[in-house]
């Protein structure tokens, strides 16, 4: 019999944590395996040797119930870009010598596209050694930009709280009888699904956000101010809803950027929101102001969606199925069966044909001008966004699932 380690990698969301439970439930349930461990922050915690034992913490079906509602990341994270084979093993040696020295028949990495990279390569250097260890990928991303599956966990939460936000911002701004334009920046480099989410906050009597940008149109200025000053000419107050990552026709971010990028290449972006307040304050004369949702729109668990935990806990479970019947260099996936009724079908498919790709929003879903995105893409949100789970509060505050062990 042998045990099984799972670890979590990049970004937050409301959802990560209910993928670990459903690993975890996974592994208890299944003959096949014995101990489950959890490395702490990521596979740095497999190469420096810190991991728990979670195998009677989470015996107790409260806590694996606490842990599906909890925030963020249980077992920390980490953003650690591991050498390609030919740079260097000796983090590849490092991590099979663990797994070795452990018993460790399955590693589960929780994670998204930088984190699919890693279960890539460590899926190329099990084959390279002939090792039996069975490497599975589990999903996440706020972004929704994973290839093949049709959404991430993780997703369905954020858009929840995006909409949620634009829908209480439309609330303020509207209580004034004043001219005014209100920018709303939402994370997403290159792919614009969540701030395209933001559509859902537009109901009978609610118009905003008023004017949508993805990164998947190029951006022109010119063009954006005759958006704004059109749509000021139709109402008090305009809320305009813009990814992160918007950028001109040459591929050139909007936001002010150092030039710098992270572990994995990714440009350092800074303030496409302030940006644009600042544009539009130096050629319209009306009140603006910029809003970053920033962290707050990750993992809000207080306003998460019981679709995307449920379907995030159902993900973790089939990931260890997959790896309990001998396959190895998946990434556990998701297929939409049908909208209405909505259903859905657990897959895979490998993490190779996954990994640094880019799921763009299609240009079906995004309207012919580029300001706005088209109608069709409701039936494709809504269901995401479905239910609330059963938080439980103590003087007024979310009960979660201690993390002494990551400070």
Same mark, same amino acid.
């Given at each position: 019999m042998k045990n099984c380690i799972v670890a979590q990698s990049g970004g937050p969301t409301a959802a990560i944590n209910a993928s670990l439970a459903g690993v975890i439930k996974g592994v208890l349930d299944q003959e096949k395996y014995g101990k489950i461990y959890g490395s702490l922050n990521g596979i740095t915690g497999i190469l420096e040797g810190r991991f728990l034992d979670l195998t009677e913490t989470f015996q107790d079906s409260g806590n694996l119930e606490l842990l599906k509602v909890s925030p963020a990341m249980y077992l920390g994270s980490c953003r650690y870009k591991l050498p390609k084979l030919e740079e260097g093993m000796g983090d590849y040696q490092k991590i099979f010598a663990f797994f070795e020295k452990m018993e460790i028949g399955a590693f589960f990495y929780i994670g998204g596209n930088d984190s699919m990279d890693t279960v890539d390569k460590l899926s190329a250097y099990a084959e390279k050694?002939?090792?039996?260890?069975?490497?599975?990928?589990?999903?996440?991303? !706020?972004? =929704?930009?994973?290839? #093949? &599956?049709?959404?991430?966990?993780?997703?369905?939460? /954020?858009?929840?709280?995006? %909409? +949620? $936000?634009?829908?209480?911002?439309?609330?303020?701004?509207? !209580?004034? =009888?004043?001219?005014? #334009? &209100?920018?709303?920046?939402?994370?997403?480099?290159? /792919?614009?699904?969540?701030? %395209? +989410? $933001?559509?859902?906050?537009?109901?009978?009597?609610?118009?905003?956000?008023?004017?949508?940008?993805?990164?998947?149109?190029?951006?022109?200025?010119?063009?954006?101010?005759?958006?704004?000053?059109?749509?000021?000419?139709q109402y008090n107050n305009v809320i305009v809803a813009v990814s992160e990552g918007i950028r001109d026709k040459d591929g050139k971010y909007i936001s002010a950027s150092s030039g710098a990028v992270d572990n994995f290449g990714h440009s350092q972006l800074s303030g496409a929101g302030k940006t644009l307040e600042y544009l539009i304050q130096g050629r319209l004369d009306v009140k603006v102001r910029s809003i970053e949702l920033n962290v707050l729109q990750r993992c809000s668990s207080?306003?998460?969606?019981?679709?995307?935990?449920?379907?995030?806990?159902?993900?973790?479970?089939?990931?260890?199925?997959l790896a309990a019947e001998g396959n190895t260099g998946l990434m556990v996936t998701i297929q939409r069966v049908s909208d209405e009724p909505y259903q859905v079908a657990y897959g895979s498919a490998p993490v190779c044909e996954i990994a640094n790709g880019v799921k763009e929003v299609p240009a079906e879903f995004i309207s012919p001008e580029g300001n706005d995105v088209a109608e069709g893409i409701l039936a494709y949100l809504r269901p995401l966004v479905q239910g609330e789970p059963k938080i439980r509060f103590e003087q007024g505050v979310p009960c979660y699932l201690p993390v002494r062990h990551l400070s």
């Open positions: 050694i002939k090792s039996p260890v069975r490497i599975i990928g589990i999903p996440k991303t !706020i972004d =929704n930009d994973l290839c #093949v &599956t049709d959404h991430t966990p993780g997703f369905g939460s /954020a858009a929840k709280y995006v %909409a +949620a $936000s634009l829908l209480e911002i439309y609330h303020d701004t509207v !209580i004034y =009888n004043l001219k005014s #334009v &209100t920018v709303v920046e939402i994370m997403g480099r290159d /792919a614009g699904w969540l701030t %395209a +989410a $933001s559509v859902l906050a537009r109901n009978g009597y609610c118009p905003a956000p008023h004017l949508i940008y993805l990164p998947e149109s190029a951006f022109d200025t010119e063009a954006f101010l005759k958006d704004v000053e059109g749509m000021l000419g207080h306003i998460a969606s019981l679709t995307d935990l449920e379907e995030s806990f159902c993900q973790g479970q089939h990931g260890v199925a």
